[in-house]
């Protein structure tokens, strides 16, 4: 079964984003909140607010956290 929410990580510094875009907003924005809530909260984790891709129509959400 294909994921409906495809994620990407990219190192920033020490820290780190992690880019996860679907076609349905829920989806995502779930997915965002587990990546989230996996992340210790000494790397300071956060959601970005969910925009749009206005090619692929997909929905996507940021995940961001900085290195201990």
Avoid: F
């Avoid at 294909?2 to 190192?11: C, D, K, N």
Wanted: net charge positive; with cysteine; hydrophobic share 30%.
């Amino acid at each position: 079964m294909v994921s409906e929410v495809r994620e990407r990580h990219r190192p920033n510094g020490s820290g780190g984003i992690y880019s996860l875009r679907g076609k349905s907003l829920q989806a995502v924005e779930q997915r965002a909140r587990e990546r989230c809530s996996a992340i210790d909260a000494m790397r300071s984790p956060s959601i970005g607010l969910p925009r749009k891709d206005g090619a692929t129509g997909d929905h996507i959400v940021e995940v961001r956290y900085y290195g201990v």
